[in-house]
């Protein structure tokens, strides 16, 4: 009987404090409760954890390192920049919630320029790190005459044009190649090493020697916050009420039902307060039962979420293997140096005269013939050819063993 007037005595001031944590707990989730916002409408939607310092908006709607700003662009666009410490600030051209990716690029549109200047893409002091899907390669940057970077094969950086800044380079353009060529490049004895650096790459695009898909975004990705897995079970990802910036996920869609947890919250109050007397009167003997369920399903929901892995992409072997290679016939030229095209004096790969005593091979499909040691390096890489792209039958049977031929 004590226990129940005990109860009775205590219940009014129950149900004060019940309505007072009531209104503080929306009060503090819609302190925290951070519409998207944009550089200009219709713009790239900016969404936790990345944030803008702007007056509607608190810091408390981002994560530290995700801060975004707005500048224009070279065509006039008003586009978000993501800065990095140790690389300036870069375009945001798209971002990714659910995989935790962002795809960035250079504000002025040539990337390659930053690249060289750089020595390529510092992350460090980020929260970013490059995609998986990419990898670093070591690339030289040089200045070669133009009538050597003319040919098909090598292909040169329009963006990176230095004839404006000195008239002495008019007759020269820039080029981006592997530190480690598959084959030899005497051709390149005639250019100036501008700069090296390590190029970000998509492993699906790997280049077999130069730079060439410059205009590409850079993929990057973060690993904390982690809020993968509560974007795409359709929650809303943000920071909890505490200086620590722990995160959490809210507004989860109701199983059934459909209703967010702001959605619930809206109706319990549009019900009054005489329900919410009632409902308060029926369940507080069942109080510290319901608040200690509470606390367990707020730390269960702070610590829900799981690491996105993200599939490595396959690797596809393009070249041939070396038995493949041997098969196709070869042919030393005589003390004359004479060809069995007598136009064809230039190998296309290494771009140098053909010499007497040199050994050529050719490709049968198609009658072209290089230098043995440049066309090895380059079926190891690409099965074409690397004149007319034409892809030989891999069926195709050569004999075994080839005489070598000598052409007086």
Not at 184 to 192: G, K, R
Not at 289 to 315: A, C, W, Y
């Amino acid at each position: 009987m004590k226990f129940c007037i005990l109860k009775m005595a205590t219940f009014p001031n129950f149900i004060f404090s019940s309505i007072l944590l009531l209104v503080g707990h929306t009060t503090t989730r819609a302190e925290f409760t951070c519409e998207s916002t944009f550089c200009e409408s219709g713009g790239l939607p900016i969404q936790f954890p990345f944030w803008m310092r702007v007056t509607n908006q608190s810091y408390r709607c981002g994560y530290p390192g995700f801060e975004l700003s707005c500048s224009k662009s070279t065509n006039n666009l008003t586009q978000p920049l993501l800065t990095l410490p140790e690389s300036g600030d870069f375009v945001v051209k798209l971002i990714s919630l659910e995989s935790q990716m962002v795809w960035i690029n250079d504000p002025d549109q040539c990337l390659p320029k930053r690249i060289m200047r750089d020595h390529g893409l510092n992350l460090e002091g980020s929260p970013f790190r490059l995609s998986d899907y990419y990898t670093f390669l070591e690339f030289q940057f040089l200045n070669c005459p133009s009538n050597l970077t003319s040919s098909d094969l090598v292909q040169p950086i329009g963006c990176l044009n230095l004839s404006s800044n000195d008239s002495n380079l008019s007759n020269y353009s820039v080029v981006a190649m592997k530190s480690n060529p598959p084959f030899p490049t005497p051709w390149t004895s005639s250019c100036h090493l501008i700069s090296t650096a390590s190029v970000p790459i998509a492993a699906s695009d790997t280049p077999w020697l130069f730079w060439s898909d410059y205009y590409s975004d850079i993929q990057l990705q973060w690993d904390i916050p982690n809020c993968g897995s509560c974007e795409a079970r359709g929650g809303r990802c943000g920071l909890l009420g505490d200086p620590n910036f722990d995160i959490a996920c809210y507004d989860l869609p109701t199983q059934g039902q459909g209703l967010s947890r702001r959605a619930k919250y809206g109706l319990s109050i549009g019900l009054g307060i005489p329900g919410f007397l009632g409902i308060v009167a029926l369940t507080c003997l069942f109080c510290c039962k319901t608040n200690t369920g509470d606390e367990i399903q707020r730390r269960q929901s702070s610590t829900e979420f799981s690491t996105l892995v993200m599939p490595h992409p396959p690797v596809v072997v393009m070249g041939l293997d070396g038995a493949a290679i041997e098969r196709y016939p070869k042919t030393q030229l005589g003390d004359s140096g004479r060809l069995p095209k007598p136009n064809d004096t230039v190998c296309s790969i290494c771009l140098c005269e053909y010499q007497p005593k040199e050994m050529l091979r050719t490709i049968p499909e198609c009658n072209h013939y290089f230098h043995a040691n440049c066309i090895d390096g380059w079926l190891k890489m690409n099965a074409s050819c690397p004149l007319c792209r034409n892809l030989p039958e891999r069926s195709y049977s050569f004999s075994t063993s080839l005489p070598l031929s000598s052409t007086s």
